[in-house]
């Protein structure tokens, strides 16, 4: 009996936030923004050519490296011969990196 109460309480309640949003008598709606137009190149330009600007641009079109493009790379360098010397340099690298 006491769950049945608590149920209808919660669904109440939930329906009572849940109605429509009607404007609420003397208060006015916010003004919405004007449109903005979009800056002229030659302000544009301008701007970009600040030095914050050049700081703040976001990184280069160019792709970014993935393990294929090393692949070719690693075939020539790595060979029965030197594949021990490369595996202590990586060794090397990767402990130095982990203790800073």
Do not use: H, W
């Not at 309480?9 to 449109?35: D, H």
């Not at 490296?65 to 202590?88: C, G, H, M, N």
Request: glycine share 4%; charged share 25%.
């Amino acid at each position: 009996m006491i769950k049945t109460v608590l149920i209808a309480v919660l669904f109440g309640l939930a329906a009572a936030g849940c109605e429509s949003n009607k404007p609420t008598p003397g208060v006015k709606p916010a003004a919405k923004p004007a449109a903005s137009q979009p800056a002229p190149e030659a302000s544009k330009a301008a701007k970009d050519s600040t030095p914050a600007a050049k700081a703040m641009a976001g990184p280069d079109d160019a792709p970014l490296p993935v393990p294929a493009d090393f692949e070719a790379e690693a075939d020539r360098q790595i060979t029965e011969k030197t594949y021990k010397a490369e595996l202590e340099k990586i060794e090397k690298a990767i402990t130095s990196a982990a203790e800073e």
